[in-house]
């Protein structure tokens, strides 16, 4: 396989914070790469470092030492303004709490990053109600995030993420406030967008569930990647 | 490909975000609505004064440049005038009117009293044009031509000496061979102006009766009145070429204490103007932080999908100038009504003495210029935007991975 399938390439990744003056090693030398199209997730107990590669990777931390390479850009490179533009264009974000912005309806949410974009407003239009529609909420595109329930509301925010096509969509504990039920609606949806569109998803989870539904497990303790599995048949 | 600035989505944003917090707002609207108000009316109050100030000083017989013989303002008398040609008319622009003076120190006897007074000659058609004679209230009759035997006197004048229309009294001054003078007049009619002070000074006769009793051909003053008074330096330095060997000056040069008030005025607005911002501005940041720092989180977001620093500044910014215009207009509104609710002016006629030395008038009458609205428009907004600096500094602080950790 050659570089250009990876869409994520990390090596000798470390992270370090300091508490108090105290150095902490979120991330102590983390080597793995990321192929176009794959379903990874990312597993471990609290302080794994989980959440901190995921941050790394979508350009929200910075690297204490190593690289972190994005659709072939390596991060370090990128200034602070330049990151924001590669999050805007590239990369897609689901949080564990939605963030959708409260003020804005489902559609207009969904808008919002083409309009940063400076898409015409004709086409995010159409192109926000056609992703709602097939994320199965085209009925709520008018509702605001208040209006909406929780599953509804990470739907919602799925549909932002991903309706801008970006190479590579990141989720950090998507499940963490969804009941079981409507955990499995997200998990679902969420195997449709990497088997249909082809796009590359990498969660950071506790949940065994969202576990189950990825191809390939890779596990973290302090800061390590203790484990990578593969299962072909999962999802 | 760079992040276009989506100003039509920022201002959608912003105007929900501030209707999200709508009894807060609301305040803070009501706030800037009374501030604006208020700075407009104090504004047009300051600014009546103002135009009083000036007509009360053009008015009384300075008008808005003067041309004056070299050292007459430190000796006025005969042998300070000049000669003026009979066929003079001055050609300014802007010109409302104009007259020729003599004006000299004098003394005033009737059978009861003697008063120190200033003689003034005049010719009684010009005169009208152009100072408060045009005013007064007049018992008995005005003068008929500058050759009129009789004198105008002041009604305080008339109490002091006891006397009344119709009855003689005695000028008595320094002739132009500095010989003194003294001849008998008949009272044509007694004034009332809106200062006992012009009462008790002026005495007028016609000015070429002055003139004979002076036994001078001569002039002391040629005074002018001008439409506008931006037009008095180019005025001032026409009437210097036309009169090179004698002194051109304007009201302000005449009058510097006047002048000085006038101009305090201007300071004091930006004072007045300058005060109610600030106060209003602590509310306004005080305002903004509150917003800001509620949604710290979601400024979180924004930073973390993409949102540059610079648009998310231009947000605050834009929350902040759009309650501030929104407050400002409808603060000009209320103050446009308060002015016209007060447009036949304030009675201070209970200060009337009181008043007298700062050129005012017993009523106030608001002005309100176009050019003070705009500057309140213009400066309340720069105060917006400076108010909306330090929260949108704020904003723009936020790390994405610290703010939704919140």
Known sequence: MSEQDFVVQCRGLERTYHDDGVPVHALAGVDFDVEQGDFVSLAGPSGSGKSTLLNCIGGLDRATAGSVTVGGVDLASLSSSELAELRLRRVGFVFQSYNLIPVLSARENVEFIMQLQGIAAAERHRDAMAMLESLGIGELADRRPGELSGGQQQRVAVARAIVSKPVLLLADEPSANLDSHTTAELLQLLADINRQRGMTIITATHDPAVMAFARRRIGLQDGLIVSDQRDEAAG | ?406
């Open chain 2, 1 to 406: 490909m760079r992040t276009s600035v989506p100003v039509k989505v920022l201002a959608q944003l912003s105007a929900r975000n501030l209707w999200r917090h709508r009894r807060r707002n609301v305040m803070l609207l009501g706030a800037i609505v009374l501030a604006v108000a208020f700075v407009l009316l104090a504004n047009s109050l300051l600014r009546g004064w103002q135009a009083q100030m000036l007509d009360t000083v053009v008015a009384n017989l300075t008008g808005h440049v003067k041309v004056l013989a070299p050292g007459y303002r430190d000796d006025p008398s005969i042998q300070r005038g000049f000669e003026l040609p009979a066929e003079y008319q001055p050609d300014l622009p802007g010109l409302d009117g104009w007259t020729s003076r003599v004006r000299v120190p004098g003394v005033i006897l009737s059978e009861r009293d003697t008063r120190g007074v200033q003689l003034v000659g005049i010719d009684p058609a010009q005169e009208l044009q152009i100072s408060f004679l045009a005013d007064v209230l007049l018992e008995g009759e005005f003068l008929a031509s500058p050759a009129d035997r009789r004198v105008l006197i002041g009604a305080a004048l008339a109490e002091q000496l006891e006397t009344h229309i119709g009855r003689r009294i005695v000028l008595m001054t320094q002739g132009s061979d500095g010989r003194n003078r003294e001849a008998g007049y008949r009272i044509a009619g007694i004034y009332r102006a809106s200062s006992e002070s012009l009462e008790k000074v002026f005495v007028f006769t016609g000015r070429e009766v002055l003139q004979t009793l002076l036994d001078s051909e001569a002039v002391t003053e040629l005074s002018v009145r001008l439409v506008d008074n931006g037009q008095r330096d180019q005025a001032r330095e026409l009437l210097q070429r036309q009169f090179a060997e004698q002194e051109a000056s304007t009201w302000d040069e005449l009058e510097p204490m006047a002048a000085s008030m006038f101009r305090f005025v201007d300071t004091a607005m930006l004072i007045w103007f300058s005060i109610m911002m600030a106060a209003l501005a602590f509310g306004l940041v005080n305002t903004l932080v509150t917003s800001v720092m509620e949604r710290t989180r979601e400024l979180g977001m924004l930073r973390a999908i993409g949102m540059q620093p610079g648009v998310l500044l231009l947000q605050v910014v834009m929350e902040s100038l759009m309650i501030v215009f929104l407050g400002v207009l409808l603060g000009i509104g209320a103050g446009m009504l308060a002015v016209y609710a007060l447009a036949d002016g304030i009675d201070l006629s209970q200060w009337t003495a009181g008043i007298e030395s700062y050129y005012m008038s017993s009523v106030l009458v608001p002005v309100l210029l176009p050019y003070d609205v705009l500057r309140v428009l213009v400066l309340s907004l720069l105060f917006g935007l400076l108010a909306s600096a330090f929260p949108a500094w704020r904003a723009v602080r936020v790390e994405p991975l610290d703010a939704m950790r919140r």
